[in-house]
């Protein structure tokens, strides 16, 4: 990965958000239902919609799975329900970690319980490797950026997830508040005051550093383990442990603490520990999913413009370019830098990154 | 019965010995022993086991302590309110254990932990602590804290079935109150106890949800849940180790089956120390005099440790809004919000569904096998009729994450059906509950002569006749407190569950999990809890109270 690399992402996606922000930016409210027998529609991807609709509606249903809570997913999923009414959607949350695992074992007892999961893009890898990701042209059904379709039609970007330094604003002063990696390692937080996911993700800040030397790094985090910091399953554990007063530090996924600071009005505020960098949030249609139709058909709708609006309008999705969308002024507002990484020789360097945090901080019981 | 155990444990052994980095056991080609070296060559496999035999012994210790201790104030002591501290001291029993361990974050963990927070401003203290919940000894009190009462269930009957004429030979010997303790109560006892020990370090071994939500935030891992973790990986992009897991399994099979055999030997042995003659006595009170306020105090004080404070503290934060504090001040915003919640999640109602058809077809399956095996095992003639009932036995010294993974291997590799479903999560759990099943129906059918069926035999009724028409009136009420233990058992079942979930399958403890320990939603998790410990108590405390009751008129 390079920081060319990343700008030349910036741009692109900055092109489809800045459209997409001057069609009306934030309107979460949902395009008309489909109608179930509506005249035959003269362009060539509605056509392709409407036969797609008809499909999934033999289906009857969609299995959607939650890399964060049910509850934040959940007024995308009626955005998309009131949209194509016929269609039940469910949902169930699970660590995106743990779905690859899942998705491998269940494949093999020929019994695949989702229809769309997802997963920040270096937890795909495995199932990329055994060809287990259904392959679409999106572009037949959706108007999604080329750019945010990946592994031949496997993959789709739908949000970034940017990693960011919260404190509660109860226990911790803005004067004492960290704003450097270094201040992490600061007497005064050792003994359970950090909250940091258990896999090692929060920590991809850190990967410009360990390119140029791992060394320090490692040394870094091993300081840092010695503060005794709490690992957590999921993000969202992190974003309540800090917003209950149960560590006064953490590093939740950016959207979690806009949400709880901006609409929810929690004790906590960001500290400007940068740059993030991380793999955005991808989703994909396991083979042997029990309803591909109607899952395309999300998937569809969700990465096109419309599905983008109503994300956006929840403060989630796309930060790229900084500035655009609340989220992400949010974000600019706090000092973050973001790096997006997408590229799968570095999403590889992530993986093993990942695996060296979680050996070094003990965060799972290892070798 | 062969079904139920080889396969699974079969399967285990095979992934253990096949090289599974990244691929499924049956994938593998290879034989290896690669998994092993690496387990036995690794520092930290002996870490898992200092950690798990720490965390097994000094549970049992505090458990069996505290239950020696009940045991001997209601059996062997004048103390007033005996019935009153009999309940108060089964009422933990049915509390599940993910449900204690969340109340008790609440209420101990070190930076606003409800208990910390209090002594800290009475004590002058500084954050965090002084309490710290996600330790060892943190793991401990928990877990010994909900095997108080089946540790006393167990060890009671030795105590109130003592021969009383032996003290009393002690004393007019001229020993004293110790002397007679030591020299003649506790070689009594020892056999009956030893058994206890032996038997709860299995179980102690076994327990996952407790050491998984108390001691991961401290990166402390023990057996069952480094297992647990080798399939359900935390890093992304790992994929599960099923060779690690195996191997892992294996260990802490060895081990477990290992304990399960001194188990089975010292309660052979224990029938030597025969205290109970054909004689009628009751064993002489020992007089408290002005000490009877101290068992009052020590019961009272566990059943609010162990029940009154987790279920107020879980009744708060399901009433409180989100990320509010305790205080006075909170009291107006105190809601129902949580529990509407809960009734309009679909998801939740799935669970609740799919909870009450496993814990029912659990119920009937288990009870009505156990009768059978224990029939054969007790009745019949038949040359290795006590097979079944063996069988079952030896599924005690199967750790629940252990058969959990085993199910997974077996039903991901048969072309049925059934992973995935609710009904590997019935099978397993039938699996688990003929121990406790069998061990039921074997003293319930000892209690019954066997001259009825006789007689039933001489006038030509065939065997199903004699089971359905004679047998079960009889038995009816220890196979409906079977089916109720067994119900009640895997409505509060985690581990199990847990390790076989799949979309669609989930079950209430499943449901709890991942609310509690994944999303953080602390209020929606107790709204579900409150209820559920309501119901898993009372139901959990009428068998053992009828058991009891049962027992104390045989």
Known sequence: MTQVKSKLVWIIVGLVLCELAMTGRGNAAPTPALKSKSSAPSNPRERAIQELYNAAKAEGAVIWHAAGSVESDQPILDAFHAKYPDIKVSAFSLASSQVPPRVIIEVAAGRVSMDIASGTMEALLPLLERDLMVKYDWSKTSDVHPGNVYFGGSVLAFEDMPVVWVYNTKLVSKKDAPRTWEDLLDPQWKGSKIAVRASGSGFQGLLPQWRKDKQKVVDYLKRLSKQEVMPAARYSEIANWVATGQCPIGAPVGYEAFALIKKQRVPMAVCPIGPTARAPLACYIPKGAPHPNAAKLLLSWLVSSEGARVTMGLGRGLVLPPGVGDYSKFLVENGIDYIRITAIEDLKEVFTFQQMVMETMGFAPGK | ?554
């Open chain 2, 1 to 554: 019965m062969v079904y139920l155990i080889f396969p699974p444990i079969g399967l285990l052994l095979f992934s253990s010995v096949r090289d599974t980095q990244q691929r499924l056991p049956f994938e593998a080609t290879t034989f290896t022993t690669a998994n092993y070296v690496q387990v036995f060559s690794s520092a930290m496999t002996y870490k898992l086991l200092a950690n798990t035999a720490w965390y097994a012994v000094g549970t049992v210790s505090l458990g069996l302590g505290l239950a020696i201790l009940f045991a001997w104030f209601l059996e062997r002591t004048n103390v007033p309110f005996r019935r009153l501290l009999f309940i108060l001291m089964l009422a933990p029993i049915g509390v599940p254990g993910i449900i204690e361990s969340m109340a008790w974050t609440l209420l101990a963990n070190p930076a606003n932990g409800l208990f910390n927070v209090a002594l800290r401003s009475v004590l002058g203290l500084s954050s965090p602590g002084p309490l710290n919940i996600y330790s060892i000894p943190g793991m401990i009190l928990v877990t010994a804290m909900r095997f108080v009462p089946v540790m006393y269930i167990m060890i009671s009957g030795v105590f109130g079935r003592m021969d009383p004429s032996l003290e009393e030979a002690g004393r007019t010997s001229g020993a004293g109150a110790t002397t007679t303790f030591r020299r003649i109560s506790m070689p009594l006892l020892t056999p009956a106890l030893l058994a206890a020990v032996i038997y709860y370090l299995v179980l102690a071994m076994e327990v996952f949800e407790i050491p998984a939500m108390l001691g991961r935030p401290k990166r402390i891992f023990v057996f069952s849940t480094a297992i647990y973790y080798a399939i359900r990986p935390l890093g992304t992009g790992a994929l599960s180790n099923y060779g690690l897991a195996g191997t892992y399994g294996m260990v802490l099979l060895t081990v477990a089956g290992l304990l399960i055999y001194f188990y089975a030997r010292y309660v052979r042995s224990a029938n030597r120390f025969v205290t109970v003659t054909g004689r009628g006595y009751r064993p002489r009170l020992i007089d408290l005099g002005r000490w009877k306020f101290v068992p009052i105090l020590a019961m009272s004080g566990y059943f609010i440790l162990a029940v009154a404070l987790p279920l107020l503290i879980l009744l708060w934060t399901s009433l409180a809004p989100r990320y509010s504090e305790i205080s006075v001040a909170t009291l107006p915003l105190l809601s129902l919000d949580s529990y509407r919640k809960v009734l309009a999640n679909p998801s939740i109602w799935v669970a609740a569904k799919n909870t009450l058809v496993i814990a029912t077809t659990t119920g009937i399956v288990g009870i009505v096998l156990s009768t059978l095996a224990s029939w054969l095992s007790v009745r019949s003639k038949i040359r290795g009729a006590s097979i079944p009932e063996r069988l079952a036995f030896l599924v005690m010294g199967v750790p629940g994450v252990v058969l959990g993974l085993a199910f997974i291997l077996v039903y991901a590799s048969m072309p049925l059906p059934i992973y995935g479903s609710i009904w590997i999560i019935v099978i397993a759990l039938v699996t688990t509950s003929l121990p406790f099943g069998t061990r039921m129906m074997n003293a319930a059918f000892l209690q019954i002569h066997p001259e009825l069926e006789e007689a039933a035999s001489t006038s030509g009724v065939g065997l199903c006749s004699t089971l359905v028409h004679i047998d079960l009136p009889l038995l009816w009420a220890s196979f409906t407190r079977g089916f109720v233990w067994i119900f009640s058992r895997s409505l509060r079942e985690t581990t199990l569950t847990l390790m076989l979930y799949a979309v669609g399958n989930q079950t209430l403890s499943v449901t709890l999990w991942y609310l509690w320990v994944e999303d953080a939603k602390f209020d929606v998790a107790s709204a579900i809890a409150v209820p559920l410990v309501i119901i898993t108590s009372v139901l959990t405390f009428f068998v053992a109270r009828q058991t009891m009751l049962q027992e104390g008129a045989a």
